[in-house]
C-alpha cells in the first residue's frame, strides 16, 4: 500500500465492526486491483485481514463479499505484473462504488 494509502487504515473499521451496516451502505475504504479482479475493503484487522467485496475476472454473477489477505494480494504476480491499491481512492458507499465501476450489477 502506499503511504496515502496506509493512512486510511487506522480509520478503516476493524472487522465485524460493521457486521449490523446495510451491504449496499458499507463504506469502502480501499480498492485492489489486478486485470479485470477488484477487491473493495470495508473492514481490516489493523494486521493483514481484510472483509470486502471480490469480483474476480469481471464475473459479477460469482461476486461476493468475503475476507481477503494482504500479504496473499501482494505475492500475487503475473510476470511484471502485480496487484495495486488504487491511489486517490474516495470512500464511498458500496452501491456507489457498484454504480460507477460495475453498471450497478451485484448479487446483493
Not at 474516495?90 to 465501476?101: A, L, Q, Y
Amino acid at each position: 500500500m502506499t503511504t496515502k494509502s496506509k493512512g486510511l487504515v487506522p480509520r478503516m473499521p476493524r472487522l465485524y465492526e460493521t457486521e449490523d451496516t446495510p451491504a449496499d451502505e458499507k463504506l469502502i475504504w480501499a480498492h485492489f486491483f489486478f486485470g479485470d479482479s477488484h477487491w473493495y475493503a470495508a473492514e481490516f484487522d489493523g494486521k493483514d485481514t481484510f472483509f470486502g467485496y471480490a469480483v474476480l475476472n469481471g464475473d459479477m454473477m460469482n461476486s461476493e463479499w468475503g475476507y481477503f489477505s494482504l500479504a496473499e494480494l501482494t505475492e500475487l504476480k503475473v510476470g511484471p505484473f502485480v496487484v495495486c491499491v488504487e491511489d486517490g481512492w474516495r470512500v464511498r458507499e458500496f452501491k456507489e462504488v457498484m454504480s460507477e465501476r460495475h453498471g450497478g450489477g451485484w448479487n446483493g
